[in-house]
């Protein structure tokens, strides 16, 4: 990880990840992302959440950021040429899930950076739901790739997660395989719309009949994420 500069070269963008995006393959294998700097960083006056819904059934809620005065973020900010971060726009789902804000983030060493962060669009959050374990490992493991603090590693450690499985964790990063390769396509928009119907059976449906249509519609879905991986594909848990 290399020093930070004061502000990105032009055309470069800074970002703070704080979820997912911390965990250096996963950086590459969602939308082949290489940094130019990676710089440990904190973001004072948030916090992180699990406050945007997921996949049913596989991937209960997806991370953000909410203001809390007292609380504090830790993350890695990521300088990124334009046509990257416009990547790793579409692998988020372009504007359907997350939307974006500058904010003024601190690094390790005291330097103040304004950088572009993630956090739920207007009309998208939910109630605060324990993510899946496989997720959540994301989010450890990329903690402590980047040389977070130890203090705020714990903490990722301590969080709660969903139900877990064996079978959970190979479906669900099959799934999420899928959505990114579909994401970073020309059909694009045919991964957010078929979330959008995935998760509008919660209300559409009673409950039987909901996890029914939920396994029936995530089973191409799931297939096609394997068959990405046995083609070779990066995988998000593969380590350095």
Request: hydrophobic share 40%; net charge positive; aromatic share 6%.
């Amino acid at each position: 990880m290399g020093a930070a500069s004061s502000a990105a070269s032009a055309g470069e963008i800074w970002n703070f990840a704080y979820g997912s995006n911390m965990h250096p393959a996963r950086r590459v294998s969602r939308a082949g992302l290489q940094p130019r700097e990676v710089v440990p960083a904190i973001l004072r006056g948030w916090r992180l959440c699990f406050n945007i819904p997921g996949v049913p059934l596989l991937e209960p809620a997806m991370a953000s950021i909410t203001r809390a005065p007292e609380r504090c973020v830790h993350g890695v900010l990521l300088r990124l040429s334009a046509a990257e971060f416009r990547r790793l726009e579409r692998s988020e789902g372009g504007t359907e899930f997350y939307g974006r804000v500058d904010v003024e983030v601190e690094t390790y060493d005291g330097r103040r950076i304004t950088a572009r962060v993630f956090k739920t669009a207007a009309g998208r959050e939910t109630r605060e739901t324990p993510p899946s374990c496989r997720y959540l490992e994301l989010l450890r493991t990329g903690a402590r790739a980047s040389g977070l603090d130890p203090q705020y590693c714990a903490e990722l450690d301590a969080l709660p997660h969903a139900p877990d499985s064996a079978l959970r964790r190979a479906c669900g990063a099959a799934f999420v395989d899928a959505y990114m390769w579909v994401s970073q396509g020309p059909a694009r928009g045919l991964g957010n719309r078929y979330v959008r119907a995935l998760q509008g059976l919660d209300r559409a449906l009673p409950t039987g009949l909901r996890r029914v249509g939920q396994v029936g519609m995530l089973a191409p879905v799931v297939a096609l994420g394997m068959l990405l991986r046995a083609r070779g594909r990066p995988r998000d848990e593969r380590p350095e």
